[in-house]
């Protein structure tokens, strides 16, 4: 049973930083991808980044890459995003997801995944 918890999102004037953790209920992430998705208001849903558990091989959004760096934490057993040099549209909900049988090439499609957080928000202020 997976059950995404997600805590850090909040206001931050542009340039500053944000760490957003993913944790599923105190359990492994196991083999998983674990990827962290936004949306803004009147916008679709967009993806920003991934990690397969297992091998920490990591996706990003072109538009995040560079100022994000999504990260693993095994002794929390949390997935971290990193969010550095933050712009004013970035602001969005973000949301932490979990694909339990990934598939290649699949990673930045929110499809596929089966497992969602309740999103937190992420505001940044010019």
């Known amino acids: 049973q997976v059950q995404l918890v997600e805590s850090g999102g909040g206001l931050v004037q542009a340039g500053g930083s944000l760490r957003l953790s993913c944790a599923n209920s105190?359990?492994?992430?196991?083999?998983?991808?674990v990827g962290w998705f936004r949306q803004a208001p009147g916008k679709e849903r967009e993806f920003v980044a991934s990690?397969?558990?297992?091998?920490?091989?990591?996706y990003y959004a072109d538009s995040v890459k560079g100022r994000f760096t999504i990260l693993r934490d095994s002794a929390q057993n949390t997935v971290d995003l990193q969010m550095n040099n933050l712009r004013p549209d970035d602001t969005a909900v973000y949301y932490c997801?979990?694909?339990?049988?990934?598939?290649?090439?699949?990673?930045?499609?929110?499809?596929?995944?089966?497992?969602w957080g309740q999103g937190t928000q992420v505001t940044v202020s010019s």
């Open positions: 990690i397969r558990w297992n091998s920490a091989i990591r």
């Open positions: 105190g359990r492994t992430f196991s083999s998983y991808m």
């Open positions: 997801a979990v694909d339990v049988d990934p598939r290649p090439n699949r990673e930045t499609e929110g499809k596929e995944y089966d497992f």
